[in-house]
């Protein structure tokens, strides 16, 4: 089992900054990826940007150039640096860990508001 704790969120004016931060915990392994969804009202969950244990990242589109993920191998943990926040930001935004490919663990989320 993996748990993941985030933390981060709130609220920011648009053009802001923030940096969201999910601790994994539990049994992990070697080979696993990690990565940040969101959830909009009304919206399906998307992805935001995964990294993989040896540092691949990827980005969605509407992201690229303004968020950038990181991780720290030693801590299990992974960071999302959001710059020029726009209002369409605004989102449930859930850290998600992927191991060997196979066991999916999802956090509880954290809200992101980017007021306009």
């Known amino acids: 089992q993996v748990q993941l704790v985030e933390s981060g969120g709130g609220l920011v004016q648009a053009g802001g900054s923030l940096r969201l931060s999910c601790a994994a915990s539990?049994?992990?392994?070697?080979?696993?990826?990690m990565g940040w969804h969101r959830q909009a009202p009304g919206k399906q969950r998307e992805l935001v940007a995964s990294i993989t244990s040896g540092g691949i990242t990827v980005y969605a589109d509407s992201v690229k150039g303004r968020f950038t993920i990181y991780r720290d191998n030693a801590k299990n943990t992974v960071y999302l640096q959001m710059n020029s926040l726009e209002p369409e930001g605004t989102a449930v935004y859930y850290c998600?860990?992927?191991?060997?490919?196979?066991?999916?663990?999802w956090g509880q989320g954290t809200q992101v508001t980017v007021s306009s």
């Open positions: 998600r860990n992927i191991q060997a490919g196979t066991y999916d663990y």
């Open positions: 539990g049994t992990l392994f070697g080979i696993n990826a």
